[in-house]
């Protein structure tokens, strides 16, 4: 279904107005037009718009930020974009800090300014309508999850609401919480099912060759470029694409990125044609990119064109009201892959998971609940099958118990010192237990200043 609103246009030019005005009402929009600040926010009294489009720049009374902040005084929720002439990241970002949903820059492309509407619109029309009316404990099962917890709930919801837009989407959560899933689900809840997803982990290759991989190149470009090849950027052209880490992209690549994100075109490596792409990205990331970007480590305006619809996944120690049922499916699945057949588990051994801190997240619950499901000595899984977790009551082995005082990063990091020390050292069967890549764990390990002990 396609959803259309109500629009104010502001601008001092009238040519401006109204050809925005004209290209949005041939969407069905119903658009006002005003060429001051002080008539928006007049406007505002009266009506309830969906969108505001403000011009940054009127020479006459206020400009488009202070007419953005005094529209959002009487309307906290109201949605803005600015439309501006002075395409500098400056004023985009600033823009968008002080409370924009976007910024349009001219001269104007028809199709931005629709899709940038849509999904607008869109969104205000489905949060709407959105009913909490759920009962207490529901289960939704949805494209491979399921859950009764209401913050994973409303990740649900919010991917039904944003799966036909065009509008990128970041996803930020834990290693092993169900990134790869959730980007999956977008694809495959919207219109573009049909057509191709791939995903790319930044995180795994060197920028050269993350280069090479979305960009493509042309035969010569390089050493070994014997012919010409198309990345990932053109064959996902049509369905989605999802750039997981992004955290973990160089400067160069940020900013042929930016391009790639504002324009929808790019050139291969080596190349002078310019190819045009249709892509929905999904970005995702492990640790929160705004921390990034106040470290200088990621680009401000590249930031903001990701984040553009966050969707934030609740880690396994949060979501604790979904543990049986998460184990449940976990051991259907895995029992029909290793041919391990068992009754289930005991409520002894579910209270033993309950203890965990799960730094893994749902990864290392269901390496934990292989390796329990493999070794188990009956016909149901009991609570000894999973001594080899750092619970209370577990004993030796390195096994580490958390005093109640400790901080989250401080239980962390002590868990990953006590894996790494009843591993000898191995850094990869550490990961394995953690239910976490070997990256990840060198990451935590440097952030939390963790030598690696010397394997025997």
């Known amino acids: 279904m396609k959803y259309t609103g109500r629009i104010l246009?502001?601008?001092?030019?009238?040519?401006?107005?109204?050809?925005?005005?004209?290209?949005?009402?041939?969407?069905?929009?119903?658009?006002?037009?005003?060429?001051?600040?002080?008539?928006?926010?007049?406007?505002?009294?009266?009506t309830d718009f969906d969108?505001?489009?403000?011009?940054?720049?009127?020479?006459?009374?206020?400009?488009?930020?202070?007419?953005?902040?005094?529209?959002?005084?009487?309307?906290?929720?109201?949605?803005?974009?600015?439309?501006?002439?002075?395409?500098?990241?400056?004023?985009?970002?600033?823009?968008?800090?002080?409370?924009?949903?976007?910024?349009?820059?001219?001269?104007f492309n028809p199709e931005d300014i629709s899709a940038v509407a849509e999904r607008i619109v869109t969104l205000r029309?489905?949060?709407?309508?959105?009913?909490?009316?759920?009962?207490?404990?529901?289960?939704?099962?949805?494209?491979?999850?399921?859950?009764?917890?209401?913050?994973?709930?409303?990740?649900?919801?919010?991917?039904?609401?944003?799966?036909?837009?065009?509008?990128?989407?970041?996803?930020?959560a834990e290693s092993g919480t169900g990134k790869e899933m959730i980007a999956r689900a977008i694809h495959m809840a919207g219109r573009r099912k049909d057509g191709p997803y791939l995903q790319i982990s930044c995180a795994a290759l060197p920028d050269t060759l993350l280069e090479s991989e979305l960009f493509g190149y042309e035969k010569g470009a390089f050493t070994g470029a014997t012919g010409r090849r198309p990345g990932k950027f053109e064959l996902a052209s049509g369905g989605t694409l999802l750039l997981d880490e992004i955290g973990d992209v160089g400067p160069k690549v940020q900013s042929d990125l930016l391009r790639v994100l504002q324009e929808r075109r790019l050139f291969r490596l080596g190349g002078i044609e310019e190819v045009s792409i249709d892509v929905r990205f999904v970005a995702a990331t492990n640790r929160p990119l705004a921390m990034a970007v106040r470290e200088g480590r990621f680009r401000e305006d590249l930031f903001y064109r990701l984040n553009v619809i966050r969707i934030v996944i609740p880690p396994l120690r949060d979501r604790l009201d979904d543990l049986e049922l998460l184990i449940g499916d976990l051991l259907a699945r895995l029992s029909q892959d290793t041919g391990r057949q068992v009754e289930g588990i005991t409520d002894e051994a579910v209270e033993r998971l309950r203890t965990h801190t799960w730094p893994g997240n749902v990864r290392e619950l269901e390496n934990a609940l292989e390796r329990a499901l493999v070794s188990c000595r009956t016909d149901?899984?009991?609570?000894?099958?999973?001594?080899?977790?750092?619970?209370?009551?577990?004993?030796?082995?390195?096994?580490?118990?958390?005093?109640?005082?400790?901080?989250l990063k401080e239980v962390e990091s002590e868990v990953i010192r006590s894996v790494l020390r009843r591993t000898r050292g191995n850094v990869s069967e550490a990961a394995s237990v953690l239910g976490i890549d070997r990256s990840t764990l060198y990451e935590k390990m440097r952030r939390y200043e963790i030598e690696k002990p010397d394997e025997d």
């Not at 246009?9 to 005003?34: N, P």
């Not at 309307?75 to 803005?80: E, F, I, K, L």
């Open 9 to 46: 246009i502001v601008d001092d030019e009238r040519v401006v107005r109204d050809s925005l005005a004209a290209w949005l009402r041939e969407d069905g929009h119903d658009c006002t037009t005003v060429g001051s600040g002080e008539e928006a926010v007049d406007r505002f009294v009266a």
């Open 51 to 107: 969108l505001c489009i403000v011009d940054l720049k009127m020479p006459r009374g206020i400009d488009g930020i202070e007419t953005m902040l005094r529209i959002r005084r009487l309307r906290p929720d109201a949605s803005v974009v600015i439309i501006t002439a002075y395409a500098t990241v400056d004023t985009a970002v600033s823009a968008m800090k002080q409370g924009a949903e976007d910024y349009i820059v001219k001269p």
């Open 125 to 172: 029309r489905l949060r709407a309508r959105r009913s909490d009316g759920r009962q207490a404990g529901e289960v939704q099962r949805f494209f491979g999850m399921s859950s009764r917890n209401p913050r994973m709930l409303e990740v649900f919801d919010l991917v039904r609401e944003v799966a036909n837009l065009r509008s990128t989407v970041l996803i930020e």
């Open 380 to 407: 149901r899984i009991e609570a000894r099958d999973f001594d080899f977790l750092w619970a209370p009551g577990g004993g030796g082995d390195g096994a580490w118990i958390a005093p109640n005082h400790l901080s």
